[in-house]
Nanobody, 120 residues
Framework: QVQLVESGGGSVQAGGSLRLSCAAAGLMFHSYCMAWFRQAPGNEREWVADIESGSSTGRYADSVLGRFTVSLDDARNTLYLQMNSLKDDDTAMYYC?????????????WGQGTQVSVSS
């Protein structure tokens, strides 16, 4: 059974940094796509970044490119999202997601989310 548990959210001032973690159980990173999504109140869910199965290279939405970095720690079975130069628009609930081989727009497995609030 796949389980995803996010942590690391919080409140930060604009320009600051946060690192989100997603502890994964019941899956092996080499055969799963791992992704981060976010959803702000009143907005649709937005794909943020992912790492496809078998890859070590992250892919990013234009809105976060150059500011966010997604990475995997195989030894800890943990996915990270390092967020730098945070903006007010980054305020949202952030979700970790996973699916076999490819994530797509709606991966099968989701965590409960962690809240990120950015204030200027």
């Amino acid at each position: 059974q796949v389980q995803l548990v996010e942590s690391g959210g919080g409140s930060v001032q604009a320009g600051g940094s946060l690192r989100l973690s997603c502890a994964a159980a019941g899956l092996m990173f080499h055969s799963y796509c791992m992704a981060w999504f976010r959803q702000a109140p009143g907005n649709e869910r937005e794909w943020v970044a992912d790492i496809e199965s078998g890859s070590s290279t992250g892919r990013y939405a234009d809105s976060v490119l150059g500011r966010f970095t997604v990475s995997l720690d195989d030894a800890r079975n943990t996915l990270y999202l390092q967020m730098n130069s945070l903006k007010d628009d980054d305020t949202a609930m952030y979700y970790c997601a996973a699916d076999r081989w490819s994530c797509g727009a709606s991966p099968r497995y989701w965590g409960q989310g962690t809240q990120v609030s950015v204030s200027s």
